[in-house]
């Protein structure tokens, strides 16, 4: 049972859509991380949230940090192509070293 | 500085062969990642130095991987007797002790083990 479990494991939409994606866990975190990933690329940091219920808006991405601080989400509005990539959250452990999850590989279609 | 850099992008290999990666972390950060990434999975972690020490190693870094940093600045990560399920991208990140900011991720080196 991986630490992070991300859903749905894949997406395909069509430009304009709506989407949510989910970071789900058991365990209870200090903080959290948002990557997107583009393909031949290494992972690139959206935001880190850190306090329950906490919200933070990048342009049409919200995050939110659950209550509990034990799940995340990520809503995009009106995706765009440019959106296509793998979108990873992580979780740093107690010698600061970043756990990820297994990603939600999104594609939006022109 | 232009980030964290990674030699060579790609890498294809026989089995059997060892294979050696270089990864230029960011000059103000002192630790140092290894990740490894199969298709379709989130990056799984191998093993991080601060500064020069490495600190620790996963279960997933067999005896016929070894990574070096030997002045604190770059780093190797070598593979011997390389296996067909070798074959992943290979990451590299650095960042600062609190990783609150982030890591930063290089582009990865490919391998193929043919």
């Known amino acids: 049972t991986q630490l992070l479990e991300q859903s749905p494991q894949f997406l395909s939409i069509q430009e304009g859509e709506n989407l949510t994606v989910y970071c789900n866990s058991s365990?209870?975190?200090?903080?959290l991380q948002w990557y997107r990933q583009e393909p031949g690329e290494g992972p690139v940091l959206l935001v880190t949230?850190?306090?329950?219920?906490e919200v933070k808006k990048l342009k049409r991405l919200t995050f939110q940090f659950g209550d509990a601080r034990k799940d995340s989400s990520l809503h995009i509005t009106a995706a765009q192509p440019g959106d296509t990539g793998l979108y990873l959250c992580?979780?740093?452990?107690?010698?600061?070293?970043?756990?990820f999850g297994g990603g939600t590989r999104l594609m939006v279609k022109p | 500085d232009t980030g964290v850099s990674q030699n060579p992008r790609h890498k294809i290999t026989k089995r059997g062969q060892n294979v050696t990666f270089r990864c230029d972390p960011i000059?103000?950060?002192?630790?140092l990642y290894w990740y490894r990434q199969t298709l379709g999975q989130g990056p799984e972690f191998l093993t991080y130095?601060?500064?020069?020490?490495?600190?620790?190693k996963s279960r997933l870094l067999s005896d016929r991987f070894s990574a070096e940093r030997p002045k604190g600045s770059f780093s190797t990560l070598e593979i011997q007797r390389t296996e067909q399920g070798d074959s992943a991208m290979y990451l590299c990140?650095?960042?600062?002790?609190?990783?609150?900011?982030?890591?930063?991720f290089g582009s990865g080196t490919r391998l193929t083990v043919v």
């Open positions: 990140a650095s960042s600062f002790v609190v990783s609150a900011y982030g890591y930063t």
């Open positions: 365990s209870v975190f200090s903080s």
């Open positions: 949230v850190v306090t329950g219920g």
């Open positions: 992580a979780v740093t452990n107690a010698g600061n070293m970043l756990t």
């Open positions: 000059s103000e950060h002192n630790r």
């Open positions: 130095f601060q500064n020069e020490a490495q600190l620790e």
